[in-house]
């Protein structure tokens, strides 16, 4: 059955016009000049209608890759907020912090100080 089909695709297209009554050169089909016009007209809506079918798939694919590419780029500039404030934070929580060791600790010196000098002192009599 393929090889009927390719062969008739493969075949020598033949035409030729004839006149009423005229009998025809070859076996095949008869067209009028409307049924020819019917047939390019059919071919040229055929090959419209597919090209509208991949213009649409072309651009549902297009916009679907598109709303795919800005939730992610808005994802990512969420994130890039939520880290810059973060950030921003935790800058602010060191900066505020920075003096309480060094006084703690100074506070803590002095208060050590004055202890064991106050248990010298009693100890001492003093």
């Not at 075949?11 to 005229?22: R, V």
């Not at 939730?71 to 935790?90: P, Y």
Request: with cysteine; hydrophobic share 45%; charged share 25%.
């Amino acid at each position: 059955m393929l090889l009927l089909f390719l062969s008739i695709a493969m075949a020598e297209p033949q035409f030729t016009n004839l006149e009423k009554g005229e009998p025809a050169p070859f076996k095949g089909r008869l067209f009028n000049d409307e049924g020819v016009a019917e047939l390019i007209a059919k071919k040229h809506l055929s090959e419209a209608m597919c090209k509208a079918v991949v213009d649409k798939s072309v651009e549902v694919a297009t916009a679907k890759v598109t709303y795919g590419c800005d939730v992610a780029i808005a994802e990512h500039e969420m994130l890039i907020r939520n880290l810059k404030t973060e950030n921003e934070f935790l800058k602010k929580s060191s900066t505020k912090n920075k003096w309480v060791i060094p006084l703690a600790t100074s506070a803590g010196g002095i208060a050590v100080g004055v202890g064991v000098t106050a248990v010298w002192v009693l100890a001492n009599g003093r």
